[in-house]
């Protein structure tokens, strides 16, 4: 821009000569308003030259491409040699040699500019010439050269700017453009171009126009964005060329300004971004500017930007009161306030209103930003949230009770599950009664309910009735820092290892009957209610008690389990004298929940061993009848076999034992005949003993009883085998108890009996012995003993001997002791015996002592 | 002379019996079905039968009840191998039950007292 005056100055002292310039050519008339504005007198010779006028020209500008130009050309040259001539060429032409004496000669495209130039320097150089005509051609060299040079830096200089630049008239004909303003107009030449409006794209716009005017009219610099189509913006900058105080034209500036524009639009998202108002105030506290969400929360129309932010807000609030902004201007430093304000609506809000300094380009505080946000919601929560703060500090302190509370229940939980016996697990309880914080009674009572005796008796006790004692205790309790259950449980056990537990013995020997509810305890129990009494010793309903434990002051809670009672608790605090409170028994209470448990879990237990007895007992009877079964079962099918067998053996038997003994009586005395027949008769007896001992075994022993003297049973089966006995040198030893008298049997079953037993006793007695009988009555039954002093049973046999077919003999069939059992079975009666090897053997049997 | 009707399926103890009771005295005829005894009863009269209860055909049980029938006062000695029939009350209607034996003490001296009873002897 300086440079555009400087030249223009120059111009104008070298004005006085009215330097005439005579144009040849219509290319030149756009540099015409150029030359003219520059005071140069211009004449077109088309429009009437005469080359002898008495003021000569001072250059002669000719386009050699217009019509008759190149003999208008050779006439100058002949008429008019000393004046300059600037040639016009179309571009490429080379400069043909009849031109070599031309001044310049240049060629399109060209600037007006670049002609204005040349024009200058030419007049000075043709005055020079009039005047040293020898010197000139030389000098003329050169001063063209370095103006050529000038103006080529000129234009390197333009072209090199970062603006787009464009030299409009007045009338708004370009005078020259920069490379920069084509590359943003996109266009490759303004060449053709007359009116800066026509150039495309910037006719598009009707701002611009506005400006140009404006700008001509004001003689102010005006300044548009434009947004392009490619969404880029551009900076369009107006400044007016003043020549001699009037307006030569306008410099058109243009500039790329897409990302400023790009930024201004992020800082504006950002602003709205937030739920906050922000405005900008400057050093008389007047709106420069607001965001949408302020005006939106003040109700602020249009047009407050400029206007008193005091004044503005007086009308409506008190907004100003304590108000930051003024000391932000002046220490600088960013500032906090609230604002309570009531709205248009009625409503009242309260607002936070931080106030920071913008700061100029050269420190100084050039505005504040105030940055406004409606607290009003945050400022109830807050107070809400003190309120509640201090109930939750109160709660935590119960909560963390509470929790130390669960927490012994859970170990005591924990420890009474390790724990299956009854009596640990109640000294448990009573323990973490007396000892654990948060109960920590001095004395703990437990009473059970005995339900066989339906009566409530003492069973537990802890603590000491003796203060020394307790006092040791509970210092020795205190020096412990106790972490946990288990820990208070050693640490409290260990104190009473070998302390006097007077409690104890006290509560022993105490025992309340159920059914007597005007006890205090049953009483307790009765109406399922725990109880503190105070001054016990004085209420007639309590006295009795008080003075049984020695207290005057105590709490008695029911224990129960699974709805039933279980017992009762009584505790005190006989040694420290503190008194018991509800929050105190609390702990106590949910204790008792899991005491009772155990009590009640105990007493199962001891049920469930009982039961488990008798099971034991009723699977062993069953097992031992499932055994008979199966023997009866095996000798069923036995039974039928031999059955059949004996029947068919026992008719040919007879034959010929009948035959035998037929031979026999007929037979001489001492023949062969007779021996022979005995012998038959013998063999045959032999035979059909087998047989009436099988049937016998296997038709089942079906008693048909009737009333018999039992012993006189037993002696009349002595009697029949009475020679065997004395044969095999038997002493026989009775003792028959007379009140067994007579009872219900089948005689002829019970003879068989003893008759196998007579038997068996004398074949274990081969070599003689004793043989002894024994009846008593006793107790309903019939006692009955047979002892031989035979070999007796080998251990191998004694659980095969009531088997069938078992024995240990060369001849009989093994059914004898069977049948045997089978009878006294049927008899409802037992029968066992004991042996001994080479002492000898007793047989037991029972039989009920009963008469029809 | 008394007269005896054995009644037993096995030929060889028939041949015993009437050996014996004939030794002993007595008039002794034998079947050896019931079927057969049933017959002979209907056409002649005994003193005294010794009945067997299990033979072919039919047996001594359902026979006794069809002797007892026609004549109540004839004495029946049930002689069987077997002491199980004992259960069947029918048997009850015989003078004894005798369970088969090769010594004839027993069965003969039933016969002798039964006979005597009955003022047959």
Same mark, same amino acid.
């Given at each position: 821009?300086?440079?555009?005056?400087?030249?223009?100055?120059?111009?104008?002292?070298?004005?006085?000569?009215s330097?005439?310039?005579i144009?040849?050519?219509?290319?030149?008339?756009k540099?015409?308003?150029?030359?003219?504005?520059?005071? $140069?007198?211009?004449?077109?010779?088309?429009?009437?030259?005469?080359?002898?006028?008495?003021?000569?020209?001072?250059?002669?500008?000719?386009?050699?491409?217009?019509?008759?130009?190149?003999?208008?050309?050779?006439?100058?040259?002949?008429?008019?040699?000393?004046?300059?001539?600037?040639?016009?060429?179309?571009?490429?032409?080379?400069?043909?040699?009849?031109?070599?004496?031309?001044?310049?000669?240049?060629?399109?495209?060209?600037?007006?500019?670049?002609?204005?130039?040349?024009?200058?320097?030419?007049?000075?150089?043709?005055?020079?010439?009039?005047?040293?005509?020898?010197?000139?051609?030389v000098?003329?060299?050169?001063?063209?050269?370095e103006?050529?040079?000038?103006?080529?830096?000129?234009?390197a200089?333009?072209?090199n700017?970062?603006?787009?630049?464009?030299?409009?008239?007045?009338?708004?004909?370009?005078?020259?453009?920069?490379d920069?303003?084509?590359?943003?107009?996109?266009?490759?030449?303004?060449e053709?171009?007359?009116?800066?409006?026509?150039?495309?794209?910037?006719?598009?716009?009707?701002?611009?126009?506005?400006?140009?005017?404006?700008?001509?009219?004001?003689?102010?610099?005006?300044?548009?964005?434009?947004?392009?189509?490619?969404?880029?913006?551009?900076?369009?900058?107006?400044?007016p060329v003043?020549?001699?105080?009037?307006?030569?034209?306008?410099?058109?500036?243009?500039?790329?300004?897409?990302?400023?524009?790009?930024?201004?639009?992020?800082?504006?998202?950002?602003?709205?971004?937030?739920?906050?108002?922000?405005?900008?105030?400057?050093?008389?506290?007047k709106?420069?500017?607001?965001?949408?969400?302020?005006?939106?929360?003040?109700?602020?129309g249009?047009?407050?930007?400029?206007?008193?932010?005091?004044?503005?807000?007086?009308?409506?609030?008190?907004?100003?009161k304590g108000?930051?902004?003024?000391?932000? $201007?002046?220490?600088?430093?960013?500032?906090?306030?609230?604002?309570?304000?009531?709205?248009?609506?009625?409503?009242?809000?309260?607002f936070?209103?931080?106030?920071?300094?913008?700061?100029?380009?050269?420190?100084?505080?050039?505005e504040?930003?105030?940055?406004?946000?409606?607290?009003?919601?945050?400022?109830?929560?807050?107070?809400?949230?003190?309120?509640?703060?201090?109930?939750?500090?109160?709660?935590?302190?119960?909560?963390?009770?509470?929790?130390?509370?669960?927490a012994?229940?859970?170990?005591?939980?924990?420890?009474?599950?390790?724990v299956?016996?009854?009596?640990?697990?109640?000294?448990?309880?009573?323990?973490?009664?007396?000892?654990?914080?948060?109960?920590?009674?001095?004395r703990? $009572?437990?009473?059970?309910?005995?339900? &066989?005796?339906?009566?409530?008796?003492?069973?537990?006790?802890?603590?000491?009735?003796n203060p020394?004692?307790?006092?040791?205790?509970?210092?020795?309790?205190?020096?412990?820092?106790?972490?946990?259950?288990?820990?208070?449980?050693?640490?409290?056990?260990?104190?009473?290892?070998?302390?006097?537990?007077?409690?104890?013995?006290?509560i022993?020997?105490?025992?309340? &009957?159920?059914?007597?509810?005007?006890?205090?305890?049953?009483k307790?129990?009765?109406?399922?209610?725990?109880?503190?009494?105070?001054?016990?010793?004085?209420?007639?309903?309590?006295?009795?008690?008080?003075?049984?434990?020695?207290?005057?002051?105590?709490?008695?809670?029911?224990?129960?389990?699974?709805?039933?009672?279980?017992?009762?608790?009584?505790?005190d605090?006989?040694?420290?004298?503190?008194?018991?409170?509800?929050?105190g028994?609390?702990?106590?209470?949910?204790?008792?929940?899991?005491?009772?448990?155990?009590?009640?879990?105990?007493?199962?237990?001891?049920q469930?061993?009982?039961?488990?007895?008798?099971?034991?007992?009723?699977?062993?009877?069953?097992?031992?009848?499932?055994?008979?079964?199966?023997?009866?079962?095996?000798?069923?099918?036995?039974?039928?076999?031999?059955?059949?067998?004996?029947?068919?053996?026992?008719?040919?038997l007879?034959?010929?034992?009948?035959?035998?003994?037929?031979?026999?009586?007929?037979?001489?005395?001492?023949s062969n005949?007779?021996?022979?027949?005995?012998?038959?008769?013998?063999?045959?007896?032999?035979?059909?003993?087998?047989?009436?001992?099988?049937?016998?075994?296997?038709?089942?022993?079906?008693?048909?009883?009737?009333?018999?003297?039992?012993?006189?049973?037993?002696?009349?089966?002595?009697?029949?085998?009475?020679?065997?006995?004395?044969k095999?040198?038997?002493?026989?030893?009775?003792?028959?108890?007379?009140?067994?008298?007579?009872?219900?049997?089948?005689?002829?079953?019970?003879?068989?009996?003893?008759?196998?037993?007579?038997?068996?006793?004398?074949?274990?007695?081969?070599?003689?012995?004793?043989?002894r009988?024994?009846?008593?009555?006793?107790?309903?039954?019939?006692w009955?003993?047979?002892?031989?002093?035979?070999?007796?049973?080998?251990?191998?046999?004694?659980?095969?001997? $009531?088997?069938?077919?078992f024995?240990?003999?060369?001849?009989?069939?093994?059914?004898?002791?069977?049948?045997?059992?089978?009878i006294?079975?049927?008899?409802?009666?037992?029968?066992?015996?004991?042996?001994?090897?080479?002492?000898?053997?007793?047989?037991?049997?029972?039989l009920?002592?009963?008469?029809? | 002379?008394?007269?005896?009707?054995?009644?037993?399926?096995?030929?060889?103890?028939?041949?015993?019996?009437?050996?014996?009771?004939?030794?002993?005295?007595?008039?002794?005829?034998?079947a050896?079905?019931?079927?057969?005894?049933?017959?002979?009863?209907?056409?002649?009269?005994?003193?005294?039968?010794?009945?067997?209860?299990?033979?072919?055909?039919?047996?001594?049980?359902?026979?006794?009840?069809?002797?007892?029938?026609?004549?109540?006062?004839?004495?029946?000695?049930?002689?069987?191998?077997?002491?199980?029939?004992?259960?069947?009350?029918?048997?009850?209607?015989?003078?004894?039950?005798?369970?088969?034996s090769?010594?004839?003490?027993?069965?003969?001296k039933?016969?002798?007292?039964?006979?005597?009873?009955?003022?047959?002897?």
């Amino acid at each position: 821009m300086n440079r555009t005056k400087t030249k223009t100055k120059m111009l104008d002292s070298s004005e006085d000569s009215s330097a005439v310039v005579i144009l040849f050519g219509e290319p030149f008339a756009k540099c015409l308003e150029a030359l003219e504005c520059e005071g $140069f007198r211009v004449i077109r010779a088309d429009e009437g030259f005469e080359p002898n006028s008495s003021e000569g020209p001072s250059a002669i500008l000719i386009d050699l491409s217009a019509p008759e130009a190149r003999s208008f050309a050779s006439r100058v040259m002949r008429e008019l040699p000393t004046v300059p001539r600037i040639l016009v060429a179309p571009e490429g032409e080379k400069v043909p040699e009849e031109d070599a004496e031309a001044f310049a000669y240049i060629h399109r495209p060209f600037t007006p500019i670049e002609v204005l130039d040349l024009l200058r320097l030419a007049v000075e150089s043709g005055e020079y010439i009039r005047e040293e005509r020898p010197c000139l051609e030389v000098l003329l060299g050169e001063s063209a050269r370095e103006l050529m040079m000038n103006s080529q830096w000129l234009t390197a200089i333009l072209d090199n700017l970062p603006y787009g630049l464009l030299l409009v008239s007045n009338e708004g004909r370009v005078i020259r453009a920069n490379d920069g303003f084509l590359a943003l107009s996109k266009i490759e030449s303004i060449e053709g171009s007359g009116l800066w409006s026509e150039i495309a794209p910037w006719n598009r716009f009707p701002q611009l126009a506005e400006a140009f005017a404006k700008c001509l009219d004001r003689g102010e610099a005006v300044k548009n964005i434009l947004e392009l189509e490619d969404g880029g913006f551009l900076e369009a900058l107006f400044v007016p060329v003043m020549t001699n105080s009037h307006s030569a034209g306008v410099m058109m500036l243009f500039r790329d300004v897409t990302s400023d524009e790009a930024s201004r639009h992020r800082l504006n998202a950002l602003v709205d971004i937030f739920d906050e108002g922000i405005v900008i105030l400057d050093r008389e506290y007047k709106f420069v500017w607001a965001n949408e969400i302020f005006q939106k929360m003040f109700g602020v129309g249009e047009g407050f930007i400029g206007q008193l932010c005091r004044t503005f807000f007086k009308e409506k609030t008190d907004f100003c009161k304590g108000c930051t902004v003024k000391d932000t $201007f002046e220490s600088g430093v960013a500032q906090r306030c609230f604002q309570i304000v009531t709205l248009d609506d009625g409503s009242v809000r309260t607002f936070e209103i931080l106030t920071g300094p913008i700061r100029g380009s050269e420190g100084e505080i050039s505005e504040v930003i105030e940055i406004i946000r409606d607290v009003s919601d945050r400022e109830r929560v807050v107070s809400a949230l003190a309120n509640t703060k201090e109930r939750l500090e109160n709660t935590n302190v119960q909560l963390t009770r509470r929790i130390d509370e669960l927490a012994m229940l859970m170990e005591l939980s924990d420890a009474l599950q390790a724990v299956d016996n009854l009596d640990e697990n109640l000294h448990i309880f009573l323990t973490s009664v007396t000892a654990y914080e948060g109960c920590g009674f001095n004395r703990a $009572f437990l009473f059970l309910v005995d339900r &066989d005796n339906n009566s409530l008796v003492g069973r537990y006790a802890v603590g000491s009735s003796n203060p020394e004692e307790a006092g040791r205790i509970w210092r020795e309790l205190a020096s412990h820092e106790v972490k946990s259950f288990s820990e208070a449980l050693a640490t409290y056990r260990k104190a009473v290892a070998d302390s006097d537990m007077s409690a104890a013995s006290l509560i022993r020997a105490m025992s309340f &009957d159920l059914a007597d509810e005007g006890r205090l305890l049953v009483k307790a129990l009765r109406d399922v209610s725990t109880r503190i009494y105070k001054n016990a010793r004085s209420d007639p309903e309590s006295r009795d008690f008080a003075e049984l434990i020695n207290s005057d002051s105590f709490a008695v809670i029911p224990l129960f389990a699974m709805g039933r009672p279980v017992g009762v608790l009584v505790v005190d605090n006989i040694i420290t004298k503190e008194q018991i409170t509800e929050e105190g028994l609390r702990a106590v209470r949910m204790l008792a929940g899991h005491a009772s448990l155990a009590i009640e879990r105990g007493i199962l237990t001891s049920q469930i061993a009982d039961q488990y007895e008798k099971l034991q007992t009723a699977y062993a009877k069953l097992r031992e009848n499932q055994e008979l079964l199966l023997r009866t079962e095996k000798l069923s099918a036995i039974g039928k076999l031999a059955a059949q067998m004996a029947h068919e053996i026992r008719n040919p038997l007879v034959s010929i034992g009948g035959f035998a003994r037929n031979i026999a009586k007929h037979a001489p005395e001492g023949s062969n005949i007779l021996r022979g027949a005995s012998i038959i008769l013998e063999e045959t007896n032999r035979l059909e003993g087998i047989v009436d001992d099988v049937l016998s075994y296997s038709r089942g022993i079906k008693p048909n009883r009737k009333n018999a003297d039992f012993n006189g049973l037993i002696a009349r089966t002595l009697e029949m085998i009475e020679d065997q006995l004395q044969k095999s040198n038997i002493e026989v030893e009775v003792e028959f108890d007379e009140a067994v008298g007579e009872i219900v049997v089948d005689a002829d079953q019970i003879r068989q009996v003893f008759l196998n037993l007579f038997k068996n006793a004398i074949s274990a007695m081969p070599d003689g012995g004793k043989l002894r009988i024994t009846t008593k009555s006793l107790g309903g039954f019939v006692w009955i003993e047979v002892t031989d002093t035979g070999v007796g049973i080998p251990g191998d046999y004694k659980n095969k001997i $009531f088997e069938p077919f078992f024995t240990t003999k060369s001849s009989g069939t093994g059914l004898g002791l069977s049948i045997t059992y089978q009878i006294i079975e049927a008899h409802s009666g037992m029968i066992w015996f004991t042996s001994q090897p080479d002492v000898g053997t007793t047989f037991n049997i029972k039989l009920p002592q009963e008469r029809e | 002379m008394a007269k005896i009707l054995i009644v037993d399926d096995e030929a060889n103890i028939r041949a015993l019996y009437e050996t014996e009771l004939e030794d002993d005295g007595y008039e002794v005829r034998s079947a050896s079905s019931a079927e057969e005894a049933l017959d002979i009863l209907s056409k002649e009269n005994f003193d005294l039968v010794i009945l067997d209860i299990r033979m072919p055909g039919e047996n001594g049980i359902s026979a006794l009840e069809k002797m007892m029938v026609k004549n109540r006062d004839l004495p029946v000695l049930i002689n069987s191998a077997y002491p199980a029939y004992r259960d069947n009350f029918l048997t009850w209607l015989a003078e004894d039950y005798i369970i088969k034996s090769s010594d004839l003490g027993a069965l003969k001296k039933k016969v002798a007292e039964t006979l005597e009873k009955r003022g047959k002897a």
